[in-house]
């Protein structure tokens, strides 16, 4: 193995990607980089500072794109209390508070596994 000079996809400019760091790469997995490091270093800092370039991610408490979640105003279909949920409610089904969802049969974790509840009402 050698060291190879490669072409970034993003600036066109000329890198070395060193011996060394192919077998990183390799014991890692990691296909050959396409960027080269100031790219992939300006790429992972817009990632993390929430920029709309390659930022966001529906997974987990943040929002996604930098923005923030909208909510929607609800009636608990249980107990009649007023809540707010992170979806559009479609009006076929019924929602829940996150009280009144955690008492549902199946829903005794509290936690959200297996792609919803066994009630078919939503969660919050």
Do not use: H, I, W
Not at 18 to 40: A, L, V
Request: hydrophobic share 15%.
């Amino acid at each position: 193995m050698s060291d190879q000079n490669l072409t970034c996809t993003d600036c066109g400019k000329q890198f070395t990607f060193t011996e060394s760091e192919q077998e990183f790469y390799q014991s890692k997995g990691f296909s050959t980089p396409g960027r080269c490091p100031d790219c992939r270093a300006a790429r992972k800092a817009a990632r993390n500072s929430g920029s709309s370039y390659g930022s966001g991610s529906s997974y987990g408490g943040g929002s996604s794109y930098g923005g923030e979640r909208q909510m929607y105003a609800v009636v608990c279909a249980q107990c009649g209390k007023n809540t707010e949920v992170p979806f559009s409610p479609r009006g076929d089904r019924p929602v829940y508070c996150s009280d009144c969802f955690r008492s549902q049969p199946g829903n005794s974790s509290g936690g959200r596994s297996g792609g919803g509840n066994r009630s078919g009402g939503s969660r919050y």
